[in-house]
């Protein structure tokens, strides 16, 4: 029988508000195993572990018990708090009465008698527990960033400057991400070229950085500190390695019908084409799909014209193996379709555009060479409306958009009306608005100055309906909700500020990475206040928008703070292995395979053992654990049907017995 110590924690009035912690420390004496029990303020506090710690050593105790918080907040800290003792640390059991108990509960009446049963279930576990020791594993001294965004190229960049070999996975021609779509940033109306591009050529110079465009990452295997990652780079049909960028092949195709995907299908593109004038790597690739050559065998021009002979279209996809201590996924976002909001006149009206459309429309290398103009007729717009929030926080019966805010739209629109009032100050602009919300340095006052000093009108409402008229114009029809009227502007354009969603692949990444998301397509953070840039899998890392919408600002300041956990963990040679592992019964597996078709990590195989079962012998197939790969999930035990499968430190007769505590 172990000799255990329950400390139950008020923590301030989170707890001790609707749960009576003195009663639940004296029932904890009359418990099997209980030698001490106490309750106190703040168990985690430097005073409350002095308690525990002194505790330990005049009861001699060889197991606790905390009734606390979450384990996801503690448990490390009372585990060190054990073992500094001289206990092992995985003899400690945390019953969280706040989360499970106290915050779901009113009153005392209802929380005293379920933190006493809580409490309770983790003194029967913690009879039946065993000490466990920590393995090890090494550390692969090379970090994967999967995206070239402002995001992962920040991430790599302090990565590779702590002196660690980084590299980038792009799936585009280039890196750069959405920011090189950008035309001025808010709220300093810096140029977003003048601020990226440096970067870029930095990613590109750094001899810790090697970058993989037009590449995808296919395939996911290992575990922290070791992982074995398949990347597919994608042929160009261009050899890097003698293109001189001179541009003759692009300017010489005659496929040139295709829509521009950096300029939002604005204008068009050769089949062979560099992404904008800045790209890293400066190389051409050749879109096969729309390829004269590739698609009839003929043309073959940019082949001819190349002076360098760097065009080989027998050149093919390169898989590539490589090892990673850490992954950091920083995919960023598009957005939303917006197609699907036909009452606004977007896909009707082609002077109907979208806040991503409008950045290209006033970019000097955009499709109209910096000039605003209306894409029908090419004339400069002299009436323009603005739409906020369309497909953002809109009502969870809405499957059209999304109920979260997107973040950014106040302030780039914002950005992008003060911009056109101040190169054509005749043009009238309208801002229809739900909120306007300007969380950020200096925004507010960069908000209030488009109203101001520039004289932008923001209308406090709705628009229920674009039309488009017969003589070219855009009929909106809206709502003044501070004065409650009907608003009737026919415009020469309209802009939708469009919600911003996740990379759509994060989905296929996510299942390779065993990441969680929200249902919004987000990660999910280990914790969203302790572990902010952390996903539960240890070793994978989040930066920018993967994992909520954020501007440039706050997508630079988490990717520096990924890479700094990223750096934190190469440093290490070694790391500690979690010893809650599962381990078969070898008496009872019968090599069915059900566990190891449930294991998400690829830990469980078979081999042929010879098992001496009651004086017999016989070779037998039976389940092997790789501790290094597995991470005690326990779908294994679950799954399996003999009951062979158990995990260390939640056996099943764990199990039990916290359920027959909570049964009596």
């Known amino acids: ?31 099997p195993g209980v030698v001490y ?5 703040y168990m985690c506090s430097e005073n409350g572990q002095n308690l525990i710690a002194q505790a330990i050593k005049d009861y001699g105790l060889t197991a606790i018990v905390v009734c606390s918080c979450s384990p996801r907040m503690h448990e490390a800290t009372f585990r060190a708090v054990a ?16 989360e499970q108990c106290s915050w779901v509960h009113k009153d005392m009446e209802e929380g005293t008698p379920k ?13 039946l527990d065993s000490p ?49 779509q950008l035309d001025k940033t808010f709220p300093t109306l810096d140029c977003s070229s003048c601020i990226l591009t440096p970067r870029m050529t930095e990613v590109n110079q750094n001899p810790n950085i090697r970058i993989f465009t037009y590449s995808e990452v296919t395939d996911v295997s290992g575990f922290v500190g070791n992982f074995t990652v398949q990347i597919t780079k994608h042929s160009r049909s261009v050899r890097a390695e003698d293109c001189t960028g001179c541009g003759i092949c692009t300017s010489k195709c005659p496929s040139r019908k295709t829509p521009n995907e950096f300029n939002r299908g604005l204008d068009t593109r050769p089949a062979i084409y560099i992404p904008f004038a800045q790209a890293i790597p400066n190389v051409p690739v050749i879109d096969k799909e729309r390829c004269i050559h590739f698609k009839t065998g003929k043309c073959g021009i940019c082949s001819k014209v190349c002076p360098s002979h760097a065009v080989d279209y027998e050149l093919k996809d390169e898989i590539i193996e490589e090892k ?23 896909g009707v009206s082609k002077d109907v555009v979208s806040s991503i459309e409008l950045e290209r429309l006033m970019n000097a290398a955009g499709p109209t060479s910096g000039h605003l103009e209306r894409m029908s007729d090419h004339k400069q717009p002299k009436e323009m409306v603005f739409i906020q929030c369309v497909g953002s926080r809109c009502s969870p019966d809405d499957r059209r958009g999304k109920t979260y805010c997107s973040k950014i739209c106040c302030m780039y629109t914002a950005k992008q009306a003060i911009l056109i009032k101040d190169h054509y100050p005749d043009t009238n602009i309208h801002v229809f608005y739900i909120d306007v919300r300007t969380p950020g340095k200096n925004f507010d006052e960069f908000y209030r100055r488009a109203v101001e000093q520039y004289g932008v009108d923001y209308i406090k409402g709705n628009v229920g309906k674009v039309t488009p008229l017969p003589n070219g114009k855009l009929h909106v029809h809206g709502v003044d909700l501070l004065d409650q009227k009907d608003v009737e502007i026919d415009a020469d354009m309209v802009v939708l500020a469009g919600a911003i969603e996740p990379n759509p692949d994060i989905r296929k990444l996510a299942t390779m990475l065993t990441l969680s998301i929200d249902n919004n397509n987000f990660l999910n ?40 956990k990223v750096v934190g963990l190469l440093a290490k040679d070694k790391l500690k292995t979690n010893p809650c592992i599962a381990q078969p019964d070898e008496l009872y597996c019968n090599g069915c395979s059900v566990c190891a078709n449930v294991c998400p990590y690829g830990a469980i195989t078979y081999v042929d053992k010879e098992i001496r079962d009651h004086g017999l012998r016989e070779t037998r197939r039976i389940a092997s654990v790789n501790s290094a790969l597995c991470k005690g999930c326990g779908a294994c035990s679950v799954a399996c049907p003999s009951g062979a499968m158990n995990l260390k430190g939640f056996t099943n007769r764990q199990i039990m017995a916290e359920v027959d505590t909570v049964c009596q």
């Open 525 to 564: 953070e280990a914790h969203a206040k302790l572990r902010p840039v952390e996903a539960a899998t240890a070793g994978v890392f989040m930066s920018g928008v993967v994992q909520g919408p954020k501007d440039i600002p706050e997508t630079v300041a988490q990717a520096g703070a990924a890479a700094i």
């Open 115 to 127: 933190a006493i049963t809580l409490m309770k279930t983790a003194v029967a576990k913690v009879n």
């Open 83 to 98: 073992e500094k003792a001289g206990i092992n640390p995985f003899m400690v059991e945390i019953a969280n009465i706040r």
């Open 324 to 346: 990673y201590g850490a992954i950091v996924v920083a995919t960023g976002f598009d957005m939303i379709d917006l197609h699907k909001f036909g009452e606004l006149g977007y």
């Open 132 to 180: 466990l020791q920590e393995g090890e594993s090494t550390v692969t001294k090379r970090a994967l960033v999967i995206g070239g965004g402002i995001a992962g190229i920040q991430t790599a960049l302090d990565i590779a400057d702590a002196g660690y070999k980084v590299d980038i996975v792009e799936k585009l021609p280039s890196i750069g991400g959405r920011m090189s």
């Open 1 to 31: 029988m172990q000799r255990i110590g329950v400390f139950v924690c008020h923590c301030g009035t989170n707890i001790a508000a609707t749960v009576d912690v003195s009663k639940v420390a004296e029932a904890a004496k009359h418990e």
């Open 37 to 41: 029990a106490v309750d106190y303020t």
